[in-house]
Structure formats: structure tokens, C-alpha cells
């Protein structure tokens, strides 16, 4: 430590810090780290500085110097590794300078303010001159909304007038209050405190002169009269003359029971009894939390109940253009390792300041990685928070959860992860009690267990009181030591350890049941429980201790509500905690949301928004609380918008937000979009990690990553989902996007049209897709097949590449819940070389098969996986969309594997191999083509003799020019099937069946035993007459072939008619067990249906009889398990006709010829 203060000195101290480890609100928690490391301690004078990172320091001044080492709510690690840094005194001035960042403070002038304190920042040039909203000095007018309120006080926003950020408001019950400490007193004497203050009619319907109460350095003051004023808005002064000591005093101003309250507190100042009162210092936006330039970016807030307008006034957070913030940790309480908190000691006539000076200059992401250093990493839910929640405010019972909601989910493999159950199931009050209501579950443990069989995890609704008829009060009441009456109901004080041991009480009989997390409904006039320790805020307190009861379970601990205030302070509520805990501890729950397209473009908005106050885990009413049937395009682009939002939780107030609520294309994109959620599932979850371990949270907002480009800070609505995933949500009617693209090359991950940035684009979207752009280098992984995320092992994965540049991306797995074993497994693309690799896991990870889709590429002449060339069936070309698809084997995750692409093309191969019996190639001896020519099994080379097509134009069969051909045009069972010139024959016309059978005149193609001939056969099962061609379309009436729907790889795409292009969705093939495939997936019937009509779809190959398609000998496609045939509807022969089956009936509407 440097302990003179007119040493002169230079000391260096180098350390390489490689990465602060993510501290998670449990393990900050429970490892209170008191101990700073002292060698990156600077203490001068009163004053003492903490180097933490080259661009975050602490700054703590306490004039009786009893500095604080303990951790507090909010700073749960200063354990940092030392950076390098130098120190030096010169004039008087204490300089301690790093790679970042140079702090300069003035020896012996007292607490930090903006006339002794600077900092210059290395990268921008920016001089910081920082404020201390806690410090209220003498003459100086102290923003009464930056001191400590207590009982119903809090801030607010909602007048015009004011000075600094808002003003404090809430003293319409005796207890409210507001404490400050005025600072600098010259002498001990009598001095004039003077209150800013509105007064017009209250919500007593009065406009008359009101009171309040003082006290000075806890000695009752007189009292304060305060006149009326015209307006809300409009504020006058009102002063008392109080005795004061020199140094520093304890002022509070109160309402007593003697005061009859209701006014607004803009400011106070404490002055001589001449002077006038001191203008406002306006320089900088400050909070009772913190202070920084106006150039704020983003902000949060509470929750977005019932606003009146928006956007919504936000609070700010860390991040701002001038690159610099100072948070203010002063009034925060010391967090004790056994979860209780003290408040700070006091200080007594000595001032006292501890901050956190953030020197990011654009380096944003950096400012964030500091904050979640301190304050504990971004909580990392359970991985099935990622996928999909579903929530309703309606009385359902068990039996309609179990009858009717879960089996229609699954019926239309509608994804669900979580199930919240609204307040209904309360009794013997549904809003507040603390018993199941037994009418509609009559057997609540059999209903978790159920929902647990189902993989679904269960949060019930809470609300923050007790009724005093609950039959659980007597017991809660006696823990507590005795309850708040609250009328008729109870509350609790949550910061009193008996009551907060009476409140999860009441809890643990539901999670011993197996309720996974409890959804904390403190909405105003959902229960006044509070938090009376003003050295936390009862959000973040309830919050923080919800995070540790489920900690304490062996469960990931987190909290599901609001954020950062008080049921009594309502939706913009803050207090002197400021957001910073709840980044650790809380998924928020922004409330309750009225439907519109403004407030669809406002969430948009919000989420990135939120980001610069570190916050990630934000969750939504996807589609809206209020509001019962939503307008078909709402409600599609606001289950796009869920999707790619940290948390896609659909919820309303007795609304429809389910996709069979809305048929049509509404209905249709809604699925879509929600088993898209499910399949980014490992790539959020990924985001999610990394929000834990570096603070950048999931929806990243554009200047993040573009800092140096203006646009970046002009399209808040637009956002990164991770760094290389632009997302631009559609919120208007028109179906239209004014969208700024970043620079580089970006490719539609729908549609793969390419943006070449920077630039601004309109993007108009069908209900079917919005706007998604990926970078060149950009690597997206998803889950391939079609399942809940908690029902099967991650082993096949979709890695969605866009070409264009290198990239790479490292996926995260562990177990989805409490804390074990993980693995991380790094992806890259190398452009050049056309090469993905996928690196060896670090940790225990499943095998998996492999799905690349390349994007932005041109066609390949030949793939290899690890070396070996794969056939033509494991790969296919769009030239549409320019990707490639590619599908490996299930390879291990314990060895490298690459997957590399050569040569080019204009489109697919239009012949290959095709492979029969022990994995040989059917080839032409010798490669010769002369007529005559046998052909053979031989080892497959991929050379010119084995390169077939599938049977084209007239059932032909082709190779080296030629064709398979009968010897001597006989159908006999045992003739020879030989090379010989085309010549349309009946002798050269082949079928392929999807058993994998190539037959003619009624036999088929067999292999002679030794392999060194063909010949035709009587057709019978046997690997002799197994052949897997190369990939073909499927033709079908009007000449129109089967294609996927804009290609679209993922299950649940429809199938249709449409004119042939080639591309890989019409590249189908028949691997020999009586499926039809094409990229990577098969041809279904939806929902295994049997009924005429029923539409067909691409679905992951499970084997199952919708599956199994049969050819006759008229030209139809049977479908085994519902006994009806492939159909174009009515026999339109049209492209864009729907297929579906329908009673087998030998028309035109049902000839579908497969390979040709």
C-alpha cells in the first residue's frame, strides 16, 4: 500500500489477465471474499484506490478511515488478478495510471468531486470528470430522488419540472421518508435546509398545505410547511433552520403520524440562513445508483405494466458514448456469507464515498465484462428456460392440462419446455393463498409427477401476502414474530431474517412436490411486502434470497419478477441498489403488456436496451398480456420476435396465443417459429454461458459490436443474437423493415440473399420468415431433429454456416441443471480452404451426426468427411438459395473431424454412385464403355464407370453415355444386364422403388453372388437387389416435381408441387427401407394421420409407418400406415398445390414417378 501521501514514486505492478472468472449470484454469495489483493491497492490520505482492471477502479474515501473490504450487495468480487499500473504524486496531484485509463486526484482535498477528480481515457482521449450522486455537500443542491428513501418513498418520473433524474414521490403513508448526509458543514451553528417540493391535490382529493417531519443526526428538527402549488409541475421551496455540527449530518425528512404527507421531493439543500438556494448541478445524469455523461445508450427499467405511452421512460445503465460511468455502491449493505445483510457502520461526522469508476471508452463490451466481474456473472438459467414456456392466466385444472393443452401440444409437436401455472391455483384465496385449490387439482402430487414424466418443468404464480383466514397463516405469523396487517391480509418485512424464514416456509411443501421456480407476481397491489433495510431494495433483496432457496436445493438459483424497485414504488421504481445484483440472480419478468404493434416494437427494442445496464435474462408476455384474439400478422410477428429473445414465454389474460388459435398462416408461421426456438436451444444456451462468463448478455445491441459506426446507434430495434446473427423484427403491418446492415457480407438465414454492408435495406418478409442475417464466418448450431430439449441427448446437430470469411463458434453443453460436468466443442470454418472443422471436445459430450448448411456457396463437385469422399445421397446443392447441405455419420466427440468441400459447379451432379451389397459401388468393368460391357460390384473410386444416374427420361438408367440394358430386350429371370447404346427400348426402362429395388419388366437388378455380373431376378428382399441411388426429383402431375417449401430443412415443412429446378429441395432419395428423403429428412404424413386429406410433410426419419411409402405398379405412392396414396389436391397440377393422401384411385392426381 502506498500510505504517504507526498511520496514521490513510480511502482509497477504487471499481471496478464487472461479472463476474470464469471461469479454466479450463488458462488459470489456464499464466498464473501473480503480480501482485495493489496498490491493493486492505492491509498492515499483519506482516499483509497482499487486497481481492478486496466479500465475499472475503485474509489473509496472515508474520513475516519475505516474503509470497507467486506463484500457488499452489489461489489461480490474484487479478487481481481493485478493489472499492470504505475502510480506517481507530482504537484500535489496522486496520478495512478494504466493500459486504459489515468486517474488524478488532488491530495488533501477531500472527498472525490468533479473539481479534485479526473480521468483521462487512454483509447478516446475523453477526460471524465465523475460525481457521486450519495455525496450531498454543504451549498449544494442534492437531488432528493439520489438519497436513501425509506417506507413507501420511492422514485418517480411521471411530472415535468424537475431537476436531475426524477424526483422522489410515494409519502402517502407515515413512515416514508428521505435520508441524506450532508457533507462539508463549515462550522458547528445554525443553517437554513430548504426542500424543492410540488404540492397540488393528493390522492386524499385535497389542495392544501401539507407537512413533514425532520430529524438532524437523529434529534427531532421542526417541521416543514409546504403550501400548495398550481401543479404537479410546478415545484416551490420550503425551508426550516436547523441546528448542525461541523463535518458531516444525518438529515431525514419523514412523514410522522402527525403529518398529513402527500408532496413530491425534487431536491434539498443545506445552506447559511441568507443564502438563496443553489442551482441544480445538471452536468451529468445522475441516479442515487450512479452517474455518468448524458449520452446515455439503452437503460432498463422495472417492468413494462399498463404504460401509458411508448417507448417508456428507462433508467440509465452502465454504458454511454463518452465511454465512462461511475457506480455508486455507497448505500448498498454488507452481504454476510450466511445471506443476511448489515448495514454499512456508520461514519459519523466523517464523510464517506465507494465507487466504481468504468473507463470503457468504446470498448463496451469491456465495460460489461468488468460489471460482471464485480457485481457476479449473468445468471445462467436451466437450459430449458432457453426453449419454450407457455403461461395463461386461466383457471385451467389437471385435468385440462393433462387432457387437453399438453396432448395437443404434442399432437402438433408443438414445443414446451416450462408450464406456468397462473394464480388460479390458490386457495382458499386464488390471488393470495398459500394452499393447492384442490377443485382443480384434486391431486397436486400426482400432477408434478405427470409434468414430470412430461419433461416439463412447473412454476406456480405467488403473491407477496397472506390472508389471515389462510390455513397456514397461524404458523407463518409465529416464524415471523408476528406479520404486517395489511387490511385483511399480512405481509412481510423480507430484510427481518425471522420473516424471511416465515415466507420460504411456506414454500417448501410445493418444492418438495417438485415445483421447479416460483414466479413472483409483485405487481402493485399484488401484496406489500417489502424490504425495510434501505441499504437494499426489496426487489433485488427477494430476489437475490429466491436465487439462494433454490440454490440451496442443488438447483440452478434464480429468481422469475420484476426488477430493481418496489411494489410500492410501481413500474419505474429504483433505489440507491440501482440493477446491478439482479443481473446475477433474476429472470425478469416485464409484466403486464397491453397489445399493440407499438408495444411488439418497444419489446423489440427493450431487450437490447437493457444490455447496457448488463441485463440479459429478459422475458416478455410474448404476444401480449392484454388482449384476446390478436390480428393474424401481430400475433406471427410477435412469436418471430420470442424466438429470438432470451426467453420465449408465451402469456395472456385469458387471450389466444397458441398457434392452433389462429389457422391459416398465422398459425403456420407460429410453428414454425417456435420449433425454431427449440432447435436454438444449444446455440442460446451457448449465448447464455457467455453472457455468464464475459456480462455481454444474449441480444446484444448493434454498437456492441459496430461502436465506430453511427448507424449502430440509430436502429435500437434492431439487435445481435450473439455476434454474428443480426436480427431486424418486423413490428409494423406492413410486413416491411427498414434495416441498417453492419459492415461486411451478410446472407438471409432463410432465403440466403446476400446484404453487403453498410448499408440500409428495406426487407419485406412473408408471415412465414423475418428478417435474420448472418455474417460471412458466422456459425450457428441447432438441434437437427425435432425434439424437447430435455427428452433426448444432444447427438445430431445442424451447424449453419455462411461462407464468405473464416469463422468459428464454440459450443457449450453440461447437464441443463445445478452444477457437474460440461464440455465445449469449437467449430471453425476455414473459407479458403472450404474446410469445417470440428475440434475434439474439451470435457464428455455425446457423438453426434453432423448437418452443415452452407450458405452463400457455390455448388461442390465433391464433399469428403475426414478425408473420405461421401456419395452423392449425404450431399445437395440450392442453387436458389446457394447452400449446401451436407449429412455426416454419427462421428465421435472425442477426435478432430473435418468436412471439406471441392471443385464447383453450377448445380448438383446429375449422376453417382450407387452402392449395393457390403457398401460396394456398382460400376462398369473395367470402365470401358463399348456395348456389350458388363457390369460389376467393385470398390467404390467414384471414378467415371460408377457415376449413374438415377432413371431419367423414359426409366433410363445411364452411364459413360450409355445405358443399362437388358441383353437381348428378354425378361427372364437370370439374363444379363449389360452397357449398350440408348436406344428406348423396353429393355432400357427402369423403375426404382423406395425399397431400393431398380426393376424391369417386373424383376429386378441382382448382383451375382461373386458380384462380377448383373442380371435380372425374381424381386425378393435380399442385399442383392438393394440399390441407393444417387439423389433425383420426384415427378408428379402436370410434369411439376415434389419440393420442400422454400427449402426449408426443418421439420414440419410442407411438401408441395412445383416446377422442376434441381435444387436439393427436390433432390430425393430412397436409402432402400421405404422412406423418401431429402435434406436429411423424410417424407410424413403429419401427425401419423390416416384421414383423406391429410397433409403431408418433411419430418425427422423415425421409421414409423408415415413413413413408409410404397410405389404400384400404376404409378402411386402408397402410404403404409394410413393405407391412402400421395395426392395433388383435386388434380390441379399447379405449381404451389399442398400434397397430402387420399384414397388410392389410380388418376393422374396420384403418378409420382421417384428418380425420374
Known sequence: MFRSPSLKLIHTLVAVVTGVAAVTGVAAARDPRPAQVDQAVVQDGHARFEVLTPTLIRLEYAGDDRFQDLTTFNAVNRSFPAPAYTTTVTGGVREIKTAGLTLRYRQNSGPFTRDNTSVLLTTTNVTAAPLFPSYCAFATACEAENGVPGGSASTAYDHTGNTGSGFLAGFTSVGASLAQDVSAVPSAGQYRLTVRYANAQGGDGQTTTRTLSTTVNGAPGPKLSLPATSSWNTWATAS????????????????????????????????????????????????AYGAGPKSVLGGWDRSLDNPEAVPTPQHPGLLDRDGWYLLDDTHSAVLNADRTVTDRASHGAQPYQDGYFFGYGKDFKQGLGDLNALTGGTALLPRSAYGVWFSRYFAYSDNDYRTSLLPKFRSTFTPIDWLVVDTDWKSPSQWNGWNWNTALFPDPQGFLNWTKQQGLAVSLNIHTSIAGNDPKFAAANTTAGGLIADGSNYVWDWSNPAHLRSYFDLHKPFDAQGVRTWWLDYCSGCGRSSASDTGVAPDNFINQAYADHAAAQGLRGFSFGRIGGAEQGGIHSSYPLGPWSERRNTLQFTGDTPLSWDMLAYEARFTPDEAAAGLSNVSHDIGSFHGGHLPDDLYARWLQLGAFQPIDRLHSDHGDR????????????????????????????????????????????????????DAAYTHPQEYLYGDNVLVAPITAASG?????????????????????????????????????????????????????????????????????????????????????????????????????????????????????????????????????????????????SRTVTVTTASLPSNARHTVTLTGTAADNPAAGQVTGRGGLCLAVHGGASADGTPLELAACDHSAGQQLTPPTGGGTVRVLGKCLDVAGGSTAAGTPVQLYTCNGTAAQAWSLTTAGKLTNAGRCLAATAAGDGMRLADCADTADQAWRFPPAPVTGPAGLCADVVDAYPASGSAVQLYGCNGTDAQRWSAPGDTSVRTLGKCLDVVNAGTANTTPVQLWDCNGSPAQQWVPAANGALRNVGAGRCLDDPDNAGKAGDRLRIYDCNASAAQRFALGS
Open 240 to 287: 426550516v433552520t436547523v441546528p448542525l455540527t461541523a463535518g458531516t449530518n444525518a438529515v431525514r425528512i419523514d412523514r410522522k403520524s402527525g403529518d398529513s404527507g402527500n408532496v413530491n421531493l425534487d431536491s434539498l439543500a443545506v445552506t447559511t440562513t441568507t443564502a438563496a438556494y443553489p442551482a441544480a448541478d445538471t452536468s451529468l445524469l445522475a441516479t
Open 658 to 709: 397458441l398457434p392452433w388459435d389462429y389457422p391459416g398462416a398465422a398459425g403456420d408461421s407460429a410453428e414454425k417459429f417456435l420449433r425454431l426456438r427449440e432447435s436454438l436451444v444449444p446455440y442460446t444456451y451457448t449465448l447464455a454461458k457467455q453472457a455468464n462468463q464475459t456480462g455481454v448478455p444474449i441480444t446484444r445491441p448493434l454498437y456492441l459490436n459496430y461502436p465506430d459506426q
Open 736 to 880: 416491411s423493415v427498414s434495416a441498417w446492415i453492419p459492415p461486411g457480407t451478410w446472407t438471409d438465414y432463410f432465403t440466403g440473399t446476400v446484404y453487403t454492408g453498410p448499408s440500409t435495406a428495406t426487407i419485406t418478409k412473408p408471415l412465414s420468415e423475418m428478417p435474420v442475417l448472418v455474417k460471412a464466418g458466422g456459425i450457428v448450431p441447432i438441434r437437427t431433429n425435432y425434439t424437447d430439449n430435455a427428452a433426448a441427448p444432444l447427438d445430431q446437430l445442424t451447424l449453419n454456416v455462411t461462407a464468405g470469411a473464416d469463422g468459428s463458434f464454440s459450443l457449450y453443453e453440461d447437464s441443463g441443471e445445478g452444477a457437474g460436468a460440461s464440455s465445449t466443442t469449437r467449430f471453425g470454418w476455414q473459407d479458403a480452404a472450404r474446410t469445417l472443422t470440428v475440434d475434439a471436445a474439451a470435457g464428455t459430450s455425446p457423438a453426434k451426426a453432423y448437418t452443415l448448411r452452407l450458405a452463400n456457396a457455390a455448388a461442390p463437385t465433391a464433399v469428403s468427411v475426414d478425408g473420405q469422399r461421401l456419395p452423392e445421397t449425404a450431399w445437395a446443392y440450392n442453387a436458389h
